[in-house]
């Protein structure tokens, strides 16, 4: 019985096709690795951008156009002084309703401010400071150095915040917004964002 084995060439050949295959195969988990990678990390980043957008629209919406301010006179080690607002708020923070007086006025309850922070990164955080007794009338400004000298607490609302100025003009709060997220391959994965609210109350 005639057996026929391969060759050292056709063994060599084979040997160097399999070799192009699993190259191709790892070129394309790399690829999709890093595909991965960049979707998280730009899922991650909107999220963080809409969640204080939608935090600082929805409650400042409810303030009045003489009851905010914006930045403040602390040195900053960032050089930036306008990363943070203050606004009145007539919502309750235990029952997070809208209190009238006996006229029909609206009860003003609280102090809201929203600032950047450094926690193992750069943060928006929200501060609540609350009025005792609750004003009829909007209250007079406080300034964002209260915040950052007092300890009122604070939530986290959003990591990855690596700029936020916030400016006043007239009745409109103008909030510049920039998320953004190493990345391992020597980029920095993120976005900038601006937008206006104003002021009905």
């Known amino acids: ?20 295959c699993l190259l191709g195969i790892a070129a394309l988990a790399k690829a999709g690795t890093r595909y991965l990678l960049v979707t998280n990390a730009k899922t991650d980043l909107q999220r963080d951008a809409i969640l204080t957008l939608r935090g600082i629209s929805q409650q400042f919406q409810e303030t009045n156009d003489g009851s905010f301010t914006v ?37 003003w309850c609280k102090y809201v401010c929203y600032y950047k922070r450094d926690i193992n990164g750069p943060c928006i955080v929200r501060a609540v400071a609350k009025l005792d007794p609750k004003l009829p009338y909007p209250p007079p400004v ?8 007092v300890d009122y607490g604070f939530t986290l609302v959003a990591r990855n915040v690596t700029q936020f100025e916030c400016s006043k ?11 953004e997220l190493p990345s391992n391959y020597g980029k920095n994965y993120g976005f900038l964002v601006q937008t206006q609210v104003f002021a009905r109350n």
């Open 169 to 179: 003009d007239s009745a409109n709060l103008s909030v510049l917004l920039r998320v």
């Open 142 to 149: 406080n300034a964002l150095d209260d915040f950052l000298r």
């Open 71 to 107: 930045g403040n006179s602390l040195a900053d080690p960032n050089g930036s002084v306008n990363y943070g607002v203050v606004f009145g708020s007539p919502r309750d923070p235990k029952t997070g309703h809208v209190d009238y007086d006996s006229v029909g006025r609206l009860l």
């Open 1 to 20: 019985m005639n057996r026929k084995a391969y060759s050292l060439i056709e063994v060599l050949v084979s040997q160097a096709i399999l070799g192009v």
